[in-house]
């Protein structure tokens, strides 16, 4: 589905979200390590398993673009243009955010990541998930909002050691 | 010079309020993100910015710090004022010579009807710049907009409206409590 929808995709069930064409997240995340605080606006597109994460403040200063193009990944900035295998290393070195960049690309959906184990999963009242466990993350998915005949999350809490990243998304495109 | 023009513009008002309406456009022209904020200035110093729902957010800076909330991250961050991280905020707040540390500044042009005055800006510390230039109109003598480019081409542009500058306002206005349970951070 083209991310100007024409005509609104009426998803049925969760399992749909794994296979989607294309979708785009966007909001606010905050990190919490080490007594630091970062945040950041964020949009994250998708298409099949390539994405494009913009990162920036509340002027839109300090613009960051991630981008995953089949197993390549590359970071652009004002100051940078690098290349790496692993989004997670190369956010971290060049922006200092610790993300669990792979897996936020399923736990953003409200879905576990799939090449890893769920070691705990519950679920709400309406069937949503309400709290994943997983490669030592706690999600937490404070609150969800309808969108395209599904509950998408709207605020994810995960923590790990002594991170913690909040995520507030304000829109969903499918 | 250019500057003495700025700062008299700037000086025609002492405390002004309004609305702001900021528009984040990519270098292909595509909107990331559009906003609306209240706004309220004392000068020189003092600062409130609020962001309205859906990308809420509060910053309130006076002389001493500059605080930062955000009630979707449920975050306060403090910052020391002089670690204001050479934010354009400090053009409407700051007076001369916050101004002259930070920006070369240069007259660029009135309308011919003599209305509009435009000046840019430039950072005088570019290493460490988020933008590569900045556009301050105002019209009629009143703030207009600020229009900041990005090095990756990426488009901030800032209009102002219905500018008060008769606002009664006191520093008192520009102290932040952070809300219980919230995380604050004194960086």
């Known amino acids: ?174 | 010079d250019d500057i003495d023009a700025l700062i008299g513009k700037l000086d025609q008002f002492n405390t002004v309020s309004g609305k702001a309406m900021q528009v984040i456009t990519s270098a292909d022209g595509e909107e990331i993100q559009k906003t609306e904020s209240e706004f309220k200035i004392l000068r020189p110093g003092y600062f409130y910015w609020r962001t309205l729902p859906p990308y809420e957010q509060i910053i309130v800076s006076n002389p001493d710090t500059i605080s930062v909330y955000d009630p979707d991250l449920e975050q306060v961050s403090i910052y020391q004022s002089e670690k204001m991280r050479n934010s354009p905020a400090s053009i409407l707040s700051g007076n001369r010579s916050a101004i002259e540390k930070q920006f070369k500044v240069t007259k660029s042009g009135a309308s011919n009807d003599k209305k509009s005055t435009s000046f840019e800006l430039s950072y005088l510390d570019t290493a460490n710049a988020d933008f590569k230039k900045l556009t301050v109109t105002f019209k009629k003598d009143q703030l207009a907009s600020i229009v900041m480019h990005d090095m990756l081409d990426q488009v901030t542009s800032i209009t102002f409206g219905k500018v008060n500058t008769k606002a009664a306002l006191t520093p008192a206005q520009f102290e932040f409590t952070p809300p219980a349970g919230v995380d604050v951070i004194i960086e």
């Open chain 1, 1 to 174: 589905c083209s991310l100007t929808p024409t005509k609104q995709p009426n998803l049925q069930s969760k399992d749909e979200l794994y296979t989607l064409d294309s979708w785009r997240a966007s909001g606010k995340l905050g990190t919490r390590y080490k007594g630091k605080n970062e945040s950041a606006f964020f949009s994250w597109t998708q298409t099949g398993d390539d994405y494009t994460i913009h990162l920036y403040g509340p002027l839109g200063q300090g613009s960051v673009y991630l981008y995953k193009e089949g197993n390549s990944f590359r970071i652009e900035s004002k100051d940078l243009n690098e290349h790496a295998a692993s989004p997670e290393q190369l956010l971290q070195r060049t922006t200092g955010l610790q993300l669990p960049v792979s897996n936020l690309a399923y736990w953003l959906r409200g879905i576990p990541a799939t090449s890893i184990s769920a070691d705990k999963t519950q679920h709400n009242e309406d069937g949503d998930l309400s709290a994943l466990q997983q490669e030592g993350w706690e999600i937490t998915y404070r609150s969800y909002m309808p969108a395209y005949g599904l509950n998408m999350p709207e605020k994810i809490i995960a923590k790990r050691k002594d991170i913690k990243l909040t995520v507030s998304i304000k829109s969903w495109d499918i």
